[in-house]
């Protein structure tokens, strides 16, 4: 298995969470307000923990040129549903955000964003065969707002340890 799918199954440990119903931001790329990214800043700083995205998909993504990791602070969590969702911040300057979802086909689904809430990059990762796909950006832009929705359901109980 690839490190950074055991340094994902690793960060899995948060308690299971409910999905969020409903996306609790406007649609089309305008997901993200300041007062949640500083909630997310919050808890990502608080209990999350320092990894580095590995080459295999910041590269794919257009994160970082060949061959360069992404040193990032993230956390994960399971939901309810039986997935499992990763929101992770650059320790560099590096301004956008990587979220991702592993549903329960068990393909990682993988999002840069914007700081706004706009999807700039989309890819899936197969575990199993290694396979990495891109996907078409604005085409993933309402999986990419429900994921914000995700945490903008759960931030403040995770931030209060509950």
Sequence with gaps: MRPWITALFALLSVAALPSAAA????????????VFLDKMTRLIL?????????????NALGLTPAGQDWPDH??????????????????????????????TDGIFYVFR???????????TVNPQTHVITKRDADAVQKELDDEFAFWAHNVDKLLAGT
Excluded at 113 to 123: E, P, Q, T, V, W
């Design 74 to 103: 993230q956390i994960a969590a399971d939901a309810t549903d039986k997935t499992s969702h990763a929101f992770t911040i650059s320790r560099g300057t590096d301004q956008d955000l990587v979220l991702y979802v592993r549903r």
């Design 113 to 123: 964003a914007s700081r706004g809430g706009k999807s700039l990059a989309a890819l």
């Design 23 to 34: 996306p609790s931001f406007p649609a089309g790329g305008q997901t993200t307000t300041q």
């Design 46 to 58: 608080s209990k999350g923990v320092d990894k580095a995205v590995s080459v295999d998909y910041v």
